[in-house]
């Protein structure tokens, strides 16, 4: 059996190998940094609007993962109808690779399309920002972030369209019969059976069989 979750708290970033130091401690001051430091120096952004962007982490760290209605953030925002500057923020934190924004393949890049979800960057952020991290959720900040040399986009069937050839199936835990089932070793093919270049990514297996990947083997394309 493969089990991720204690592998995916810590060690995507290289302070990982300091051993005087506390790693999610260094994460959280790397992120500061960030946020209060290189994002004013390049974006237009009043220092004071800083604490908007954590707000903003905050605010996604509470759906798993979050499907944006761009009106319901705004109220929790506090504002008002500014959704040019909500977008704005969403795209400084996209770049800045704290978060990841997913879109349709017919939307592209325009910062003012309303993406269809929201991950943070890698599972380690996700862990250090968020109280309760859903696994199902982290698992697949995984699958995305692992393939972040790839184009992925969300297509119309299935879950993930990798360089607008190959669709990957996933399911969360909140739906999953399987605690440990992000596509999980139960899921048959019904969802993909008539789907050229189609693939089930499988936790909790250690051997794959016809179109059906295990979820751990995505680890070794980052090396």
């Not at 993962?65 to 795209?91: H, Q």
Request: charged share 25%; hydrophobic share 35%; glycine share 6%.
């Amino acid at each position: 059996m493969v089990e991720f979750r204690e592998y995916l708290e810590q060690g995507y970033y290289p302070f990982y190998f300091d051993k005087f130091s506390n790693y999610k401690i260094k994460l959280n001051e790397t992120i500061n940094t960030v946020l209060e430091v290189d994002i004013p120096s390049i974006f237009k952004i009043e220092y004071q609007n800083i604490r908007n962007l954590k707000k903003l982490l905050m605010i996604l760290c509470q759906s798993v993962p979050y499907t944006p209605n761009i009106t319901e953030l705004l109220n929790k925002m506090e504002m008002g109808s500014d959704y040019r500057t909500l977008y704005r923020y969403l795209d400084y934190l996209h770049k800045a690779k704290i978060i990841t924004l997913m879109r349709p393949v017919t939307k592209g890049d325009n910062i003012f399309a309303k993406p269809e979800k929201i991950y943070f960057n890698n599972s380690n952020l996700h862990y250090a920002y968020c109280d309760t991290p859903d696994i199902g959720t982290i698992r697949e900040v995984f699958v995305k972030s692992m393939l972040f040399e790839h184009d992925v986009n969300i297509p119309k069937r299935g879950d993930f369209l990798i360089d607008g050839k190959f669709t990957l199936v996933l399911t969360s835990l909140r739906n999953s019969v399987s605690l440990h089932e992000v596509g999980g070793k139960n899921k048959g093919f019904k969802q993909i059976k008539d789907m050229k270049n189609s693939y089930i990514m499988a936790d909790n297996i250690e051997i794959g069989g016809k179109n059906k990947i295990p979820l751990w083997l995505l680890g070794f394309l980052d090396l």
